[in-house]
């Protein structure tokens, strides 16, 4: 697979994690695999990555009113992967290298 890595996944949420556990939250390709994204993220970053952990989203279903009647649909289904680093390394997302340094 060429590059299964998408955009990071900046939420309070994953903010957070990156700031305690010192792990990072990225949306991916939904056919990507945890070897995959491992190796992606190490290469991108020059980082060494313990461990990934995926989730498969699925998408909402939405519904739109107008003046010809009820239109429904569904966004897409996406995945994430959140990627927790060796000690004492971190990412910068956006300069797109890592950071040795104090974690």
Do not use: H
């Not at 994204?37 to 909402?60: D, H, P, Q, Y």
């Not at 966004?75 to 997302?93: M, P, R």
């Amino acid at each position: 697979m060429k590059n299964p890595l998408l955009r990071p996944w900046l939420t309070e949420k994953s903010t957070g994690l990156t700031e305690k556990k010192g792990q990072y939250v990225f949306v991916v390709k939904p056919d990507a695999d945890k070897i995959d994204i491992r190796n992606a993220v190490e290469n991108k970053f020059g980082v060494t990555v313990t461990s990934v952990r995926t989730v498969n989203c699925l998408g909402k279903a939405k519904r739109q009113y107008t003046r010809k009647g009820l239109i429904a649909g569904k966004k897409s289904d996406w995945k994430k992967a959140i990627v927790t680093l060796a000690d004492g390394q971190s990412i910068d997302y956006y300069s797109g290298s890592a950071q040795k340094g104090e974690g």
